[in-house]
């Protein structure tokens, strides 16, 4: 007999929840009396959910995503080690698509010396993992805050013939954004992950808009990029999306 679907839904939540008590209750008790020569070291993504009991036994250390400079800097340190040419700007382009993990740059340095050999430039590592370089984003953020339109659908024309993800695109223009309203708030808040010549451009782009207009820019590509997700012609979208924010610019006062 099939039951409803909801049905079936509450009893797969039930026994997902009889299953996990007995067993934290059963570490429970190997926790209250440890071997001497034991110890345990537990991760998780989702402390809310371990009981408090075991909390309360434990010492907690909370990880945080490494700054790309510093993956960058040991990035540098491993291709000196294994002989390999890896220039600055690949090494942080790996740092930056890595998102905070050392593990995951470490990976795909590894596919790029397979793919590309000894020698590993920016280009290699936009090319392998379709990333859009800093300056590429930089520029395009560039034009759509002097309200110049046709540059800035020129920019994600080329994007898209380039193979570039439309849905990266807009996040890493969402993510340069949300770097230039830190900035505005404290220009020196972003030197661990930011590039010292992004962070020339973030300086020169602070003075052409304002806190507020801002806000607004990064609330406009946001709700974009959601309607994004699940469109079949993601270039329309971003294109649009450009369009209004440039529009949007042009009836405010530009900053002085």
Not at 114 to 128: Q, R, S
Not at 193 to 206: E, I
């Amino acid at each position: 007999m099939r039951l409803p679907k909801g049905v079936t839904k509450s009893i797969s939540s039930t026994r997902c929840t009889c299953f996990r008590r007995p067993a934290f209750n059963a570490l429970l008790k190997t926790l209250e009396e440890p071997p001497d020569h034991v110890k345990f070291i537990f991760a998780t993504t989702e402390p809310q959910k371990v009981l408090a009991t075991i909390l309360s036994r434990c010492q907690r250390f909370d990880l945080h995503r490494i700054p790309a400079n510093l993956i960058a800097q040991h990035l540098q340190f491993i291709a000196n080690k294994e002989k390999i040419k890896l220039q600055p700007a690949a090494a942080h382009a790996i740092a930056r698509g890595a998102e905070g993990g050392l593990r995951d740059a470490e990976s795909m340095l590894d596919q790029l010396v397979a793919f590309c050999g000894e020698k590993i430039a920016e280009d290699d590592v936009l090319n392998v993992f379709g990333f859009t370089s800093e300056q590429t984003v930089s520029d395009l953020t560039g034009r759509i805050l002097r309200a110049r339109n046709t540059g800035s659908n020129r920019s994600a024309a080329r994007a898209m013939r380039a193979g570039k993800d439309m849905m990266r695109l807009m996040g890493d223009l969402i993510a340069y954004l949300r770097d230039l309203l830190v900035f505005k708030a404290k220009p020196d808040a972003r030197n661990e992950d930011v590039d010292p010549d992004v962070q020339k451009s973030l300086a020169a782009h602070a003075e052409l808009i304002s806190t507020d207009r801002l806000l607004e820019l990064i609330d406009q590509f946001a709700a974009t990029e959601g309607r994004m997700k699940w469109a079949p012609n993601k270039k329309l979208h971003f294109e649009v999306a450009i369009i209004k924010a440039i529009q949007s610019l042009g009836q405010a006062t530009p900053m002085r």
